[in-house]
């Protein structure tokens, strides 16, 4: 069966630093999805990366999908306080049915 | 914003007692997911909808039941409750296009079981 794996577990860094957030698949990537979570809060979706090569972008979030399609990236330019909290990759398992796997996630922690 | 609703949004109840959480989304999207989160295990599915009584089990699926008799409506419902089931659950729904859709999640119900 599939398995994502994130890196790292957690993260502190001073405001206004860059950081980056991986996650490796043990199988070819059809789909992947970053999420964000808050303490206590649902999931909000960040962006999805199909295609190899792929990079999409929202404020100061970039994403991107390698060519061979089993590695993911998310990095954050200028951290904020506001970008504090869980971030979880999730990836389509194939199928007609849209079912995801989930990373064990990555907690940000932004310093002021 | 999907429109989805769970409830209640925290439960506290005794082993062995039956427990219900309701899902409940206003855009009649065809596929709904139950998810529990704990620490160290990120979120994994217990079980899963693609139509009105269409359901089928998730990689978590023991000792939970599911029901979706109305398009709006997806049931969890823990025969008998155990210290095990304690969790964070969510329940999500994908857009109508299969296969490579994201999911969009619910606020989550707290569930603890003493």
């Known amino acids: 069966s599939q398995e994502l794996e994130q890196s790292p577990q957690s993260l502190i860094v001073q405001e206004g630093k860059n950081l980056t957030i991986n996650c490796t698949s043990s199988?070819?990537?059809?789909?992947l999805y970053w999420y964000k979570q808050k303490y206590g809060e649902g999931l909000i979706f960040l962006m999805m990366?199909?295609?190899?090569?792929e990079e999409k972008s929202h404020e100061k979030i970039t994403a991107k999908l390698d060519e061979k399609k089993q590695q993911s990236s998310l990095h954050i330019t200028a951290s904020q306080p506001s970008h504090a909290g869980i971030y979880l990759c999730?990836?389509?398992?194939?199928?007609?049915?849209?079912?995801?796997?989930f990373g064990t996630g990555t907690l940000l922690a932004v310093q002021p | 914003d999907a429109g989805i609703t769970q409830s209640p949004r925290h439960k506290v109840t005794e082993t062995g007692t039956p427990v219900t959480l309701r899902c409940h989304q206003t855009?009649?999207?065809?596929?709904m997911y139950w998810y529990r989160q704990d620490p160290g295990h990120g979120l994994r599915l217990i079980h899963y909808?693609?139509?009105?009584?269409?359901?089928d089990k998730g990689e978590v699926s023991d000792g939970y039941s599911v029901s979706r008799s109305k398009t709006e409506d997806f049931l969890l419902t823990l025969e008998s409750a155990t210290s095990s089931q304690t969790s964070v659950y969510f329940c999500?729904?994908?857009?109508?296009?299969?296969?490579?859709?994201?999911?969009?999640f619910g606020p989550g119900t707290r569930l603890t079981v003493l």
């Open positions: 199988k070819t990537l059809y789909g």
């Open positions: 855009e009649n999207h065809r596929y």
């Open positions: 999730g990836a389509n398992t194939g199928g007609a049915t849209n079912k995801l796997i």
């Open positions: 990366l199909q295609k190899g090569g």
């Open positions: 999500a729904i994908s857009l109508d296009r299969v296969e490579i859709s994201e999911q969009f």
């Open positions: 909808s693609y139509g009105v009584k269409d359901t």
